[in-house]
């Protein structure tokens, strides 16, 4: 541990600066909106770093993570409703839920590439959106009511106020992006890596493919069905067409690209942004239906014209051109 924080001693100065700032804003910011916004960022901050071991780091795009994330959401949801189990339990009853069946449909959906993947992924979700709308034992379309007045709030992880709920989520956000620091910087990381580059040459150096890729299949789902827990807590209800939809797998997916695939801060600063963007203007514009929308497509084809590598890319510094002898020769 020594060494990686010696190694990373700058990222971890500007972490611990970004985690004290981000621990000191509601101390200006007061308005119940704007706190609103910041607990959302959280929550979309942790989708993204979730989406991003797949999708970002392996390079396999996934169009399907909402069924991962209303996994999170319906156990603790039920936990509460029908048990009246704690959700600092639950939600790890649905990690486990959506670790587990990711590596039972990952075995057979790794070993599509591409957009067979992508489409494959989609299908997927979609069947889980349809099963849970006509599921009676979860609710069905009406979907669960959850709120518990009887018992402590930090039992039930259910508050009056807003500031709870943002630091609880702070926390999580601060370990994932520690998590998502250390295994950068890890073999797992450089593997995963390599097979995006290349999976034919990856596995000709003897990198097992289909085992990383299976680690960052079921890593992302675990992650992804945590934020689905945190998010069911806060809003205290849930249904299918809440959490389950295509177009929360669409926006999954969004974070991470906006920001920057495959760096540990991007999905980060995609989370801040498209939040940002997505609450105040259906705020400011709740006349003009579907007006963030248009927004997000407007941001996403000026992204890819001009930040191909994501906002993360405005943030780093360009490394001056090395001049090849003859380029030299031609400046002279």
Known sequence: MKNFIHSNSQFMI????????????????????????????????????????????????SNGHALFYGIGAYSCAIGMKSFGATPWVTMWIGVAISVGLAFILGASLLRLKGHYFAVATMAIGESGRIIFLNWSAVGGATGVDFLEKTKPAWYTMQFTSKYPYYYIYLIFVAIILMLTKVLDKS???????????????????????????????????????????????????????????????????????????????????????????????????????????????TLVILIVIFLPNGLVSLFKRKKPKVLTPLEMEGKI
């Open 14 to 61: 500007r972490f611990l600066i970004g985690l004290l700032a981000a621990a000191l804003l509601p101390l200006f910011i007061k308005t119940p909106f704007a706190v609103h916004v910041m607990i959302l960022i959280c929550i979309w901050a942790i989708l993204g770093m979730g989406w991003n071991f797949i999708g970002g780091y392996a390079g396999q795009v």
């Open 187 to 297: 073999k797992f990381g450089y593997y995963l890596r390599a097979i995006k580059a290349n999976e034919e040459s990856a596995q000709s150096v003897g990198i097992n493919t289909s085992r990383y890729k299976m680690l960052a299949f079921v890593l992302s789902a675990g992650v992804v069905s945590l934020a689905g827990s945190l998010y069911a807590n806060y809003l205290q209800y849930i249904d299918p067409l809440v959490v389950m939809p295509l177009n929360v797998s669409l926006m999954i997916c969004l974070v991470a690209v906006m920001g920057g695939i495959g760096t540990v801060i991007g999905p980060m600063i995609g989370a801040i942004v498209l939040t940002v963007i997505s609450e105040y203007t259906r705020a400011a514009f709740s006349s003009i239906r579907g007006f963030d929308l248009f927004l997000y497509g």
